[in-house]
């Protein structure tokens, strides 16, 4: 699959780029259709969807009740852990040990008067034709109480567009690519039609100092433009690849960093 740029011009005069996937391209990653699965197997699939809403609905629960040790334990990947990834705005954590660092070692969650809510909605999940892999995308409307930059608790909303890989291990769906892209971290009752259009929302300075230095550093996502096209919503597709992928390697930006 190939990644087509494009060169798009706002009123103002700047430009961008963006980047749209080929579906003619995408949709060849698979030709199956309902029927050609037997009864048994599309039943199966069928449960599955249920089974891989069950799992992001436990890190969501999870990460609220800042069980996060918890989470990498039972909802992430075993057999893939050297290329699992957990991605922000400004990069990925590549491996467990290094998701873990940045996810509980170093997570300012947990402390009197902090709060986290960024729950699983309005989602769209795929089992992949060979049944090892499953793939969703979903947006996330939530909101954070931070530490703020080691001084007073700081309260805002916290909005992303999210997308994750899973892959079928011991009878179980595991995460192996998560990715969470920021669009607007802003607090309440703040007038957003203020912004400018090259200025990010308030509170992302808060998000990259929790994020830390990922093992792969890139501008991954942006809240420049109010909207960003990664990850792409998940569509039918044969099997994993890394060009779909939910990792660094589906990202657009990867090869320009």
């Known amino acids: 699959m190939e990644f087509k740029f494009e060169t798009r011009t706002y009123g103002d005069g700047k430009t961008y780029d963006r980047y749209e996937y080929d579906s003619a391209i995408r949709m060849k990653y698979s030709t199956s259709k309902p029927e050609d699965f037997d009864l048994e197997t599309r039943a ?69 008067g902090t709060d986290i809510c960024h729950p699983f909605t309005t989602y769209k999940i795929h089992i992949a034709d060979d049944n090892k892999t499953a793939q969703a995308s979903w947006y996330s409307i939530g909101y954070e109480v931070n ?64 994020f830390g230095d990922p093992t792969v550093k890139f501008e991954a996502y942006t809240s420049l433009y109010n909207y960003y096209f990664y990850p792409e919503i998940t569509m039918e597709h044969a099997t994993f690849a890394d060009a779909i992928s939910n990792g660094p390697e589906g990202n657009p930006n990867y090869k320009k960093a």
């Open 44 to 112: 199966w699939r069928a449960y599955q969807l249920e089974e891989v809403k069950k799992v992001l609905s436990k890190f969501s629960y999870l990460e609220q009740a800042n069980e996060r040790q918890a989470i990498l334990d039972t909802l992430w990947t075993k057999e893939q852990a050297d290329t699992a990834s957990y991605g922000r705005n400004w990069g990925y954590y590549v491996g467990m040990d290094e998701i873990k660092k940045y996810y509980v070692d170093a997570n300012p969650f947990g402390a009197d």
């Open 147 to 210: 530490p703020a930059l080691g001084q007073d608790l700081d309260c805002y909303w916290d909005n992303r567009r999210c997308g994750a890989d899973l892959v079928f291990e011991g009878g179980e769906w595991k995460i192996w690519h998560f990715f969470a892209g920021t669009d607007f971290a802003l607090r309440p009752g703040f007038n957003y039609m203020s912004l400018k259009t090259e200025e990010t929302t308030p509170c992302d300075k808060y998000l990259e100092k929790e």
